[in-house]
């Protein structure tokens, strides 16, 4: 698409069946298409064509993929973990696992490159007291180990820690998340108690620092709806797209 005029200037045809999910530039001439069909796909964006389909393992596809340092990131559909390849050698010989779960409701949420070159991954899942929790993987690019972790509880009607904007387990959700323009803060969705005695809920954004790891409710939806679609920064506004 023309960026200006959003006119449609080529299709890409792929050669092979695929299910692309994520693109990412790797150089000025090429880039990076995820696939959930256990295959990479790098094109050429100058001419406009496929420069080879790179199989990977049968049960391996991609949802959302990252550059850092010369590294390719990628989360894999199947909870297998954080796919990590070298640019020059993006292959499943020199693919690398970071053992970084990433489950169905989670992989719409994009990984996040902070301002102290840290790589943010989100994740659910239970804590050690057995609750349901989010989340946030902190990761060394360099290392390619996981820093920390930040757990986000899910709480219920009845917990007693539940209070007014507490995050709440309700129903399924797709997560979706975005940085901010300083790279300071990952803002992302989740559901928000409105009521603690009735145990109701309402569609929010959090905030997430990523120097004191604390969170807390940025704001609310005015939607009900339980799905965010995407948070989108247009200058110093975030818009949110609801389903």
């Given at each position: 698409l023309d960026p200006t005029t959003f006119v449609l200037l080529k299709t890409i045809d792929y050669e092979?069946?695929?299910?692309?999910?994520?693109?990412?530039?790797?150089?000025?001439?090429?880039?990076?298409?995820?696939?959930?069909?256990?295959?990479?796909?790098?094109?050429?964006t100058v001419t406009n064509t496929?420069?080879?389909?790179?199989?990977?393992?049968?049960?391996?596809?991609?949802?959302?993929?990252?550059?850092?340092?010369?590294?390719?990131?990628?989360?894999?559909?199947?909870?297998?973990?954080?796919?990590?390849?070298?640019?020059d050698n993006i292959s499943e010989a020199g693919k690398r696992i970071i053992p970084v779960l990433?489950?169905?409701?989670?992989?719409?949420?994009?990984?996040?490159?902070d301002k102290n070159n840290k790589l943010w991954v989100l994740t659910t899942g239970t804590n050690t007291q057995?609750?349901?929790?989010?989340?946030?993987?902190?990761?060394?690019?360099?290392?390619?180990?996981?820093l920390d972790v930040v757990e986000i509880p899910f709480l219920k009607k009845g917990d007693p820690n539940l209070k007014i904007d507490s995050p709440m387990a309700c129903g399924f959700l797709y997560y979706i998340s975005y940085i901010s323009g300083d790279k300071s803060t990952i803002y992302f969705s989740m559901n928000a108690?409105?009521?603690?005695?009735?145990?109701?809920?309402q569609l929010a954004v959090f905030e997430l620092n990523v120097d004191t790891k604390a969170y807390k409710?940025?704001?609310?939806?005015?939607m009900l709806s339980n799905c965010i679609i995407s948070i989108h920064r247009v200058n110093?506004?975030?818009i949110l797209v609801n389903r």
């Open positions: 092979k069946i695929g299910m692309p999910r994520d693109i990412i530039p790797i150089s000025e001439s090429e880039a990076i298409v995820a696939d959930s069909i256990h295959q990479l796909t790098k094109i050429n496929v420069v080879e389909h790179i199989t990977l393992a049968e049960e391996w596809g991609m949802e959302e993929i990252a550059i850092v340092n010369n590294k390719l990131f990628g989360t894999h559909l199947d909870a297998s973990g954080i796919a990590v390849f070298d640019i990433v489950k169905d409701n989670a992989k719409t949420s994009k990984m996040h490159l057995k609750e349901s929790c989010v989340f946030w993987n902190c990761i060394d690019p360099d290392t390619e180990e996981v108690c409105t009521d603690v005695e009735n145990g109701t809920y409710l940025y704001r609310k939806s005015l110093i506004k975030f």
